[in-house]
């Protein structure tokens, strides 16, 4: 049997699964399908409701500071940080210094893109969303442009809120980045 791999799932309510039971959060569904193919892995859910870039920062921080590291880690963050308007510069340095650890201890990542869920002036719209393709070109990570696609704006795919996936939106999301996160298992070396 191949070793077990662990992948750590680093992101906010969108990974967490909010207002949906765990089973059917992003990471329990993702593990299952990559399962379902031969991979034996096993995906830690470290999502938080309402955390930020900073936040996820931190905690990713402190999880890296205990041994056995990780594997890999999927990076969803940003989406918070678009909704409270912040400084798309500081929202792309936090993101850059987690990229950058992740580098360093040759963990590799799978970064996930995000975009504006929330009205928002077009020139802050623009410096958010070129965000993620900056990093992706920095680094070279297995990269998703944008983690809700396909299921973002679709009322059938969503919660109440309009912006987080139910429990279909997040069998589809999964569906969607499987084939990402095959590629990123085979850069586990």
Do not use: C
């Amino acid at each position: 049997m191949k070793r077990l791999k662990t992948i750590v799932a680093l992101g906010d309510s969108l990974t967490e699964g909010f207002g949906i039971p765990a089973e059917a959060s992003f990471p329990s569904v993702l593990q299952s399908l990559l399962r379902s193919r031969g991979h034996n892995v096993s995906i830690i859910n470290q999502g938080l409701s309402g955390d930020t870039a900073w936040g996820g920062k931190k905690r990713l921080d402190r999880y890296l500071a205990n041994k056995p590291r990780p594997d890999a880690v999927i990076v969803e963050l940003g989406a918070n940080d678009a909704i409270q308007f912040t400084d798309p510069w500081d929202v792309e340095a936090t993101l850059d210094s987690i990229l950058q650890r992740l580098t360093e201890l040759e963990i590799p990542f799978l970064l996930t893109g995000m975009k504006m869920l929330l009205p928002a002036d077009a020139d802050y719209t623009e410096a958010f969303e070129s965000i993620y393709p900056k990093l992706a070109e920095r680094y070279d990570p297995v990269f998703y442009p944008f983690f809700l696609e396909g299921a973002f704006g679709d009322p059938a795919l969503t919660l109440e809120d309009g912006i987080h996936p139910n429990i279909r939106g997040t069998a589809r999301i999964a569906e969607s980045v499987l084939p990402f996160a095959e590629e990123l298992l085979a850069r586990i070396p």
